[in-house]
């Protein structure tokens, strides 16, 4: 099973890993697009995805600005990067390194669009964050929209 953007991860047996990593032995353009990291079940990688990031880093992340941004895709459903950019006046580069973000963290997710396109669409509901007041162990956990 493949998450919506391929470039982000992929779920799937040690056997499918190394029947993916042989034939990118072969042919090196496979390896193009591709996945970057891979887990054996869902579970895994949204853990993963949660170890990666402090609290405190997830606050700064959860600007009021990204925030608006989250809610324009909530809201407006574009259709593309371009047209999300526009909805939140925000400059394209900028909005894609953090939807990248969200995207590695399980908040956002792509799907591909026309014309080559990349259509943000969320899939978490919630953020929860357990910060430590003594700095020791501090927690993020993200919940899907399921």
């Known amino acids: 099973m493949t998450k919506e953007s ?6 799937g047996s040690i ?3 190394a029947e993916w990593t042989k034939s990118v032995v072969r ?6 697009g591709g ?3 891979w887990f054996d079940s869902e579970e895994t990688a949204a853990r993963a995805a949660t170890d990666q990031v402090s609290a405190e880093a997830m606050v700064k992340l959860l600007s009021p600005g990204n925030l608006a941004v989250l809610a324009a895709i909530r809201r407006h459903k574009p259709a593309s990067m371009r047209e ?6 925000r400059q394209e580069a900028s909005l894609s390194r953090t ?3 969200f995207g590695e963290l399980g908040i956002v997710s792509f799907r591909n669009g026309p014309h080559r396109t990349r259509v943000p669409v969320l899939i978490a509901r919630r953020v929860h964050l357990e910060i430590d007041l003594t700095g020791h162990h501090s927690a993020v956990a993200v919940d899907g929209a399921r």
């Open 99 to 101: 939807l990248k973000r």
């Open 6 to 11: 391929p470039t982000t991860y992929k779920v």
């Open 84 to 89: 999300l950019a526009t909805l939140t006046g």
């Open 15 to 17: 056997s499918a890993f």
């Open 27 to 32: 042919d090196p353009e496979r390896a193009r």
């Open 35 to 37: 996945p970057k990291k």
